[in-house]
């Protein structure tokens, strides 16, 4: 399915301000997947949407390493010149793509990736809404435009694909 060396990740948006949408588990989740990146190297890309106003990406997330980091005020981080030139730099087939809100500036990315021909997978367990109506809804249109929904865990074990890779215990160990 996915494999680290042709998968973009794409943090939108858990910022000071917004992350307070998302429960415990959803922030956990996230800094796992983040600390997951870092370790097997995946091409990551951060969001932040206004960041004036919405304070900048929450310090668990943004002191795994210096990802590539990009303001927007799109709610659509690909609508963002400065977002779509990184993201095509990188050149990957696929997109691993979670934050906050689900129902806006997440399922709007997704969709403008999913138009570009990328295969995109949508974190349920690393995204949330205010409400979680919105956020289900979210996943369900976006499976219905040919989108694909993940867990982390399915995530971070396709990675993987086997006990044996050099990274296994180390990324088990955030899961446990």
Known sequence: MINANDTTI????IQEKLAKIANDKIIQ???????AASILNIDTIITEQYP???GSTIPEIKDIKDFL???KTTFSAY??????????KLNNKNVLIFGIETHICVLQTALDLIK???NVYILSDCSASRE?????TALELFKNKGGNVLSLE???FDFLKSSRHPNFKEIQGLIK
Request: proline share 0%; glycine share 2%.
């Open 132 to 136: 979680e109506y919105n956020h289900k």
């Open 29 to 35: 989740n996230s800094i796992k997947l983040m600390q």
């Open 116 to 118: 570009k021909n990328y």
């Open 154 to 156: 399915i995530a971070l």
């Open 79 to 88: 609508q963002t010149e400065e977002f779509k030139q990184k993201f095509d």
């Open 69 to 71: 980091t990009v303001e």
């Open 10 to 13: 794409v943090c939108i948006d």
């Open 52 to 54: 004036k106003g919405l």
